[in-house]
């Protein structure tokens, strides 16, 4: 524990596992590489922080530059520090995700050069990463499914208003299972956090099925604070 | 985004927040500096990761050298990363967290001389300590009172057998707010998570109250699945 200042030479860099749900597939979020190392390669959204650049703020930045997106609501989830996880010298990564209506967005389309492109991603097929970034998302998906038990996250990822078949998909894409629909139904509306609306679906070919809303008001009484006990 | 690697002269660092529950009192892991900056000044245990160090293994090593203790289960829970949060130079730290039972814990000793002491401090009237480790005691305090309705976390830091007054303590401890005691009990013993032991407190100058057990896997049954639709 002798050494001074900088400690060694390192450097830092955020990566972006963004979700979005979009067609009844959850997908994520990737860019076409257009540099050294793995140039040509799918990647997650991600570079080096600057000098002067607090970690949040280069997060911002870095997924603006490569994707077009902006003022999403990012959250740190893992830091990856492992000594060989990049081949060109130590860089130590800051993971941020986010989950987004993919719907309503605007088109994607890296501000540099150092992308070539930027574009959604079935997750259940996704195709070989560079550096360490198919970790990177396993731990980033993972979080996202450890969440959906305890944290109104579907519902970030849903339109406003949502049939209960989408939020069924929804469900089976991040559990990557099949789930029984009329269990499925009964459950999800014996919590009471689902509003049924007095309107239906618009210009589908198939029978008009029947939208909700979702009360987050009523989830949160009812799952945070289940342990509160000052009530 | 033209920068090579490294793209700046940076250092790592680990910053731990370890809570511990002892006598009816939250508290966290504190050292004693013995190296500038802030010399002389209370802190979180935390260091320089090595070059040749991942994460990990460093938050190991470091709160083992500082404090004495080691095979804690640790978990990152935030990066910070702000330009001038380190007066020497730009210092990324990875701050992690655990929770422990003091009772039981070996005698607390720095085994480098960067430390002058270790030693556990109640959280509510934490002295002033150096760096921003007070902002990361914070943060860390907050995701603990946050899992506190979703995790069983209040069972990692009691005994293995407890008395209902030592649990609520730990919630009035965690929650920073007096609970009503009849209303604690009866909404505690409501989820039959706790088991009651045939056995009571030994050695205690009043009188002596039951021990109860935590059931993890009835826990787990009540509140980690409750959205996990597949039964």
């Not at 689902?194 to 008009?208: C, G, I, M, P, T």
Request: aromatic share 14%.
């Amino acid at each position: 524990m002798e050494q001074y200042l900088p400690q060694f030479e390192s450097a830092l860099s955020i990566d972006c596992v963004i979700f979005g749900f979009d067609a009844g597939e959850l997908k994520v979020l990737l860019i076409e590489r257009n540099a050294e190392p793995f140039k040509d390669w799918y990647a997650l959204p991600g570079f080096l922080v600057k000098q002067d650049e607090g970690v949040d703020e280069a997060a911002e930045r870095i997924l603006y530059e490569l994707t077009g997106l902006r003022d999403l609501h990012m959250e740190q989830f893992h830091t990856f520090g492992d000594v060989d996880r990049h081949p060109q010298g130590r860089v130590i990564t800051v993971a941020y995700y986010a989950l987004i209506r993919i719907n309503g967005q605007k088109e994607l389309r890296p501000v540099t050069d150092y992308a070539k492109a930027a574009f959604w991603h079935p997750v259940n097929d996704l195709p070989k990463l560079g550096f360490d970034h198919s970790r990177i998302f396993s731990t980033g998906f993972n979080k996202l499914r450890r969440r959906l038990s305890y944290q109104p996250i579907a519902f970030e990822l849903l339109p406003e208003k949502f049939t209960l078949t989408q939020l069924q998909q929804l469900y089976e894409a991040i559990l990557n299972k099949k789930l029984d629909k009329r269990n499925f139904r009964k459950k999800m509306l014996s919590y009471g956090f689902l509003k049924e609306l007095d309107e239906k679906q618009k210009n589908v070919s198939y029978r008009a099925a029947k939208l909700y809303k979702f009360d987050r008001r009523k989830y949160t009484k009812i799952f945070q604070n289940e342990l509160n006990l000052d009530k």
